[in-house]
């Protein structure tokens, strides 16, 4: 499979079978995905894995602070609100799951509390006296990921709400404080059977984002 084909039908996946993945596996993605570039060769990553006990500790950790109504406090925030343009492909985004998912809003609240039952989790991370730039490197390095992952039969999915309690994953990984924790991107093997996969979105037309000039 190119390039090409990796990105047109690659999707989030949002249900996981429980098969594990190996280490050895974990390590050629990764290994590929550290070929993506930074600015400056600052190579501003660091990486964690959780799998197997552990993140099932860390998930546990994570359903008691929701029953405890504890707040989420990522350390990057959410946005304060979206654009209308942007509010308008989540509801279109949530209509076309609804067409093939009964339920999709509880579908998708309970999924996100057991990590879409991922058997395994990549935390992206970087040091908190870096900036948007480097924030940039870490949003590629996700895309090579995630085309590594897809190149070697695996499914994966970036989420917010694998990061949302951070003291948790410092606590369970070893994250340093000095350490944002950006992202966490589920990764395993997609449950094919499962009504929420059964969904893709569709994107904006090329022709509705790109601008270009002085090209013909």
Known sequence: MNVSEILQTRRSCRAFKPDSVDQDTLFAVLNDALCTPSWGNTQPWEIFVAGGEVLKEINQAYLANTKNHIPMSPDIPHPKS???A???????????VSLVAED???????LNQ???YAPAVIYLCMDKSLATWS???????????MLAAAESGLAT???????????????????????????????GYEDKQHPINKFKSARRPVAD????KGIE
């Open 82 to 84: 979206y654009p209308a």
């Open 86 to 96: 942007a509010k308008e492909h989540i509801k279109e985004f949530m209509a076309g």
């Open 104 to 110: 999709a809003v509880k579908l998708f609240g309970e």
């Open 114 to 116: 057991k990590f879409f």
């Open 135 to 145: 924030m940039f490197d870490l949003g590629a390095l996700s895309q090579s990921i």
């Open 157 to 187: 999915i970036p989420a917010v709400t694998l990061v949302h309690y951070p003291e948790i994953l410092r606590n369970k990984l070893g994250i340093p404080d000095n350490f944002s924790i950006v992202i966490g991107i589920a990764i």
């Open 209 to 212: 984002v790109a601008t270009i």
